[in-house]
Every structure is written in C-alpha cells, then in structure tokens.
C-alpha cells in the first residue's frame, strides 16, 4: 500500500526531475535534467524541447551524470553551463560539456562538445529538436538543406511513417501568426521524423541519418561538437489567453457507441488473472485479448490455462497468435486450432500475424523475410472459419503504418501504443495522450470505415521492436523507456491516463479498447489490493456500448473527458489539483489523493460534493460524474 504522496501519484519515491525555469526578456525555457523544454517567446511554445541525447545499442536513453551545474539569469540574459557523462555496461565513458545561453533579442544557443575515454557503442548521440503538433500540423514549414537549397513545405498532417526532410540545416516555421522561429543545427547531418508514429507529441529533429548503420562507434578520444540556434523573431498578433481560466467540459452532439473496453491476458499471467478472479469479475470486462507466441515457448499448456479462465468467467476472447514463421503458415495456423480444439477454448475472433513483424523495419533498411499477409490471411480464414479475422501489428502503430496489411481480407484492423520509446518523464508520457487522435486519423486515412480495435495498451511496453530486449527496471522503481514495469502503473497516474486515453482515442469510433492486464505489470490489482487503474477500467468497461458524445475540455492539455449515457468522465492529467466545470452535474464519484486509501478494496469510490456543476479534483485524479438527466 503506498504511504507517501509520491507513491500514491505516481507509484514511486523516485522525484520527478527538477526543473528551473529561466527568462530572457520575452524568452521562456525550462532547464531541466541538462536538456531545455517548453521553450517559449511572449508566452508561445515555440519548440517543445531542445535535448543533448545519448542512446545505447538498444535505443534506451542514457540518464547522464552532472557536475559543475552554472545557472547565471539576468533579466535580458541567462546562462547554464555543465558537465555529463554517460557509462556504457562495457565500462566506456562519454563525457560531454554543455553551454546554454538565450537573450531577450530572441536568440537560444545550446553548443555541446562530447569525448569518449575509449571506442563507445551507441544508436544516437547529439541533439533532438521537437516541434509541437497541435496547431503546427499541416502548417507550412521551411527547411534549409546541407548544400544550401530551400524546401517550401509542410508539416505533414496524417502520421508519416517515414522521414518528411532529410539533409536539413536549418527549419522555419510559424508559432503564431506574426511570430516566426528558425532553428540551425550545425556539427552534423539532421533529418526529421513524424515522432507521432510513437505516439509522441512532436515531429523530431534529430542527428544522424537513419540510413546509416547503428549502433557505431564513438572513437576514443574523437570530439564531437554539436550546435543549436533557435532565432525568435516578431511579437503576436493577438495576446495569449490567460493560463489561469476556469476549466470546462463541454458536452455536444451524439457519436459512437463507446467501445467494448477489454484486458490482456498472457501465459505467464493466466495462475495470476485466476487467482485474483474475482477482480476480474468487478471490472466486468467487454472482452479478453488472449496473447499466444509458441516462439516465446507458449504451448498446448497456455491454451488450456486461457480456457480454464474463461470457463470460470465467460467473457468474448481474441487470440492474439503470433506464427512463429519456422513453416508454411497454413501448417502453423493448423496445428494452432488442433490445440485450440483440444484445449475447447472458445473464441470470438481471432488475430494474426508473423513473427517478423513484431521487430521494426526503418525506412530505408532491408525487410527481413517474412511470409506474405494475404497467404496468412488466407490461411487463417480457411483454417478458422466463421472466426472474425484481424490484422495489423501487435507491436505499435509505428509498424502498422510502415507495412500496411491488405484490409480487404481482415474483418479488423489492430495495433498498440506505448509512451516510454523516446521519454519517460511524467509530462511526456502523458502528453503522448496529444498525438493519439493523429494516430487514430491516419489510421481511418489508410483503412476507412473497417472496424478498428486498439491494444493491449499501457505505459509499460510489451516488447522492444527497436532493440534485442526491454530495459531492467528492478523493483519497478524508476521512470525509464523501454521497459515493461513502469512505477506509475501502481499510481494515480495510471487511472488518469486510462481515461484520457479513452478520451482521445473517443473520435475514432474504435469497437474494441484495451487497456493493460488485470495482474503482472500492466496489471490494475496487485498483492496489496486494487490499484487506481483499476477503477478507472471498470469505469471504462461500464461505459462499453452506451452512445457517445462529443466532450471537449477548454484545456486538453489539463483536463480530458468522456461522456456516455448519463456519465461523464473526466482526467485531471496534471500534478496540481484542479477545479472543472461539467454541465448538468449532479453527483460525483472521484478518485484523487483523499480517496486513495478508501478505493484500495475495490469498493465503489467515495461521492464528492459538488460547488454547483464544479469538482474539485486533485493532481492525477479521475471522477466519474452522474448528470440529472440523460446527456443533452
């Protein structure tokens, strides 16, 4: 059970990062763990971020070691300074110096010099330059080429899943209209990549083309530098709205029905899901996803344990079979139904794919063979008939949009996400709930109305496609990328991000949502009791099939909300407790930092007085708030 604040929001004792905030004049920039966020000019986010980077051989982000931190700030100037090393498992050690210096004229310098004591491995080293995407998507963009050329162009506006520029030098763009920000790179060869492929909120400028190989070698004794301008140039049009106004949801017009919320189930978790049954049977789950990889040594022994399950709480179940691709197809999927027949495990449908897909291609690099999706389509069709078919990758919608599978022979179409690729901070992580309804758009671009399903998703991942395995996370106690047991998972912030995932996703009229496991760790209950996520999947589960409708937050980035039937559900996605408007309140039943303990027993959540239709809410909290009347 946790017993301080931190563990409670966020599952962990471990601090989030700090962070200063420094000022120039009309410049704004967040100095925090030796990398610049949120970097603004009269109040606008100009550039997400600007990071010094290092990645080892399985693109997992080195967390440097920092000594002689100098922050000088004057009221037209500041100034950081700093040393960082990065230590391989080998023992090889990267030392880097830092400076960082922005004025009041709108000028941003970050110049990096880096030195290895010996040859040192990594995927990446250098800088990372994110542009935001809401209000810049299918914006027009400039971008200066290495030899000298202009390209006039766009941000793209669908999810691009391989690079939109190559070869840049510089880029310009509109922050707001009658503000412009250029932003130089120099020391290297730059290209950029459409980081919502990863669900991440931002387009990526990054160093070192993808079409070189990786991982290589930094040469011992070999410096490199690196250098970043950012030139802010203008003063808005118009002022920006204040930071401080109420929050409120608004609810509008009829949509889909909400989609049939549902659990994975794995092998490994099948003693563990029966042995906490009962939890299950809370949650009332829409429908099961029943993971099956014989290459991970699932056999006979794991269907039958899924068919145990279901025989003691019923529930429609998805075969999510991976076909370990050592034989034809049809002979895999064949000796897959014989065990499904003698284990008598009943399905509702069924979803395919090789095992080459679950590692990813980058654009410009050599597929590896694989069998072709229509054979294995058609395999799958003929061996389980009257079995609804799906399609896609069980990895992430990174995959799915590189190697599109012919719908035309799927019933459904699928794919998962994962937030800790690129960051494990809280803020990115849950701004990855920004970049979803670009994810979902580009999916309905690419396959139209076919009936489309998300997950199993959660902020752990399930596996690296970008690298040999998933990081160690001993204890579950840090906030890293890669890896399957993230700390929040046990937290508030879980259940928060639950809804809010739930919320963006809303728009795309999904039919089957998937939101992590009842026990391991994407689990919602563990030993000590039920977790947040817990309430926040039943939540979810009771919405499953009741008509939407439009609920639109007066600020997405704070407040993201639900509404079905009489319900509506509303995510506060930040730290600070918060006070939101809802139409036609009447009751609420909230889960934040002063229903913690009462909700660890899976007993309804405590009912919070309303001030009118406002909640107060506290950091990471969910409530789920009853209207006197069916929704307008």
């Given amino acids: ?228 301008t950012l030139t802010l140039s203008g003063t808005p049009a118009a002022p920006r709205s204040a930071a401080d106004r109420p929050i409120v949801v608004t609810i509008g017009d009829e949509t889909d029905a909400a989609p049939d919320f549902g659990l994975v189930v794995t092998p490994e978790e099948t003693a563990a899901t029966l042995a906490a049954i009962e939890g299950l049977a809370q949650i009332a789950p829409r429908h099961l996803i029943l993971h099956y990889n014989p290459a991970e040594g699932h056999s006979a022994a794991a269907l039958a344990g899924f068919a145990k399950l279901l025989r003691r709480l019923p529930l429609p179940a998805t075969l999510e079979c991976v076909l370990p691709c050592r034989d034809r197809p049809e002979a895999e999927l064949r000796e897959t139904a014989r065990l499904v027949a003698e284990a008598d495990l009943s399905l509702s449908a069924l979803a395919v794919s090789p095992a080459p897909d679950l590692k990813s291609t980058p654009p410009g690099s050599t597929w590896p063979d694989c069998p072709p999706l229509d054979e ?118 879980a259940a928060s991000w639950m809804i809010g995932y739930a919320a963006s996703t809303a728009p795309a009229g999904l039919t089957h949502l998937t939101l992590g496991a009842l026990t391991g760790p994407f689990g919602v209950v563990d030993a000590g009791g039920r977790r947040p996520a817990f309430h926040a999947a039943r939540a979810l589960a009771r919405l499953s099939g009741l008509t939407m409708r439009v609920a639109e937050s007066s600020d997405p980035a704070k407040v993201l909300a639900l509404a079905a039937g009489r319900t509506v559900l509303v995510a506060n996605l930040t730290a600070d407790a918060i006070s939101i408007g809802v139409p036609g309140a009447a009751r609420a039943e909230v889960l934040d930092e002063e229903s913690f303990a009462a909700a660890a027993d899976g007993r309804p959540l405590p009912e919070r007085t309303l001030d009118g239709t406002r909640l107060r809410l506290g950091a990471y909290g969910f409530a789920a708030v009853a209207t006197e009347s069916p929704l307008p």
């Avoid at 880029?171 to 250029?182: L, R």
């Avoid at 896609?392 to 799927?410: I, Q, V």
């Avoid at 701004?431 to 199993?456: C, H």
């Avoid at 752990?460 to 990081?471: K, S, T």
């Fill in 376 to 493: 294995i389509y058609r395999a799958a069709r003929k061996i389980f008939p009257g079995v609804p078919l799906g399609g896609g990758m069980f990895s992430y919608f990174t995959e799915l949009n590189r190697k599109r599978p012919p719908a035309e022979l799927l019933d459904f179409v699928t794919h998962t996400t994962a937030p800790l690729v690129h960051a494990a901070d809280d803020r990115s992580v849950m701004e990855t709930l920004e970049a979803l309804p670009f994810v979902t758009r580009s999916v309905r671009a690419i396959f139209g109305d076919k009936p489309y399903r998300i997950g199993p998703s959660a902020i752990g991942m399930r596996h690296n496609p970008y690298g040999a395995r998933l990081a160690d996370n001993p204890g579950a106690a840090r906030r890293m990328t890669m890896v399957d047991d993230d700390p929040r998972q046990k937290g508030l912030f």
């Fill in 1 to 228: 059970m946790a017993t301080t604040r931190l563990e409670i929001l966020c599952g962990t004792n471990e601090p989030p990062a700090a962070s200063r905030w420094l000022t120039a004049g009309p410049l704004g920039a967040e100095f925090s763990g030796g990398n610049l966020r949120a970097i603004t000019w009269h109040g606008h986010e100009a550039l997400r971020a600007v990071s010094y980077l290092v990645r080892d051989e399985n693109w997992g982000t080195y967390a440097p070691e920092f000594s002689e931190i100098k922050v000088e700030e004057q009221p037209d100037r500041f100034a950081v300074s700093y040393r960082a090393s990065c230590k391989a498992a080998d023992g090889a050690t990267l030392t880097y110096e830092a400076r960082i210096e922005g004025d009041a004229g709108g000028r941003l310098v970050f110049d990096v010099a880096a030195l290895p004591d010996r040859d040192f491995l990594t995927n990446r080293c250098g800088f990372c330059i994110l542009h935001p995407i809401v209000g810049v998507a299918g914006e027009p963009v400039e971008v200066e080429h290495v030899d000298g050329s202009v390209e006039e162009a766009h941000f793209p506006e669908t999810v691009d899943p391989a690079q939109p520029f190559f070869d840049m030098r510089a880029i310009k763009h509109t922050v707001t209209p009658g503000v412009t920000a250029t932003c130089r790179m120099e020391g290297d060869a730059f290209e950029m990549e459409d980081q919502r492929n990863w669900t991440d909120a931002s387009y990526k400028t990054y160093v070192r083309p993808l079409a070189l190989p990786w991982p290589y070698e930094l040469r011992a004794g070999g410096a490199q530098r690196q250098a970043i």
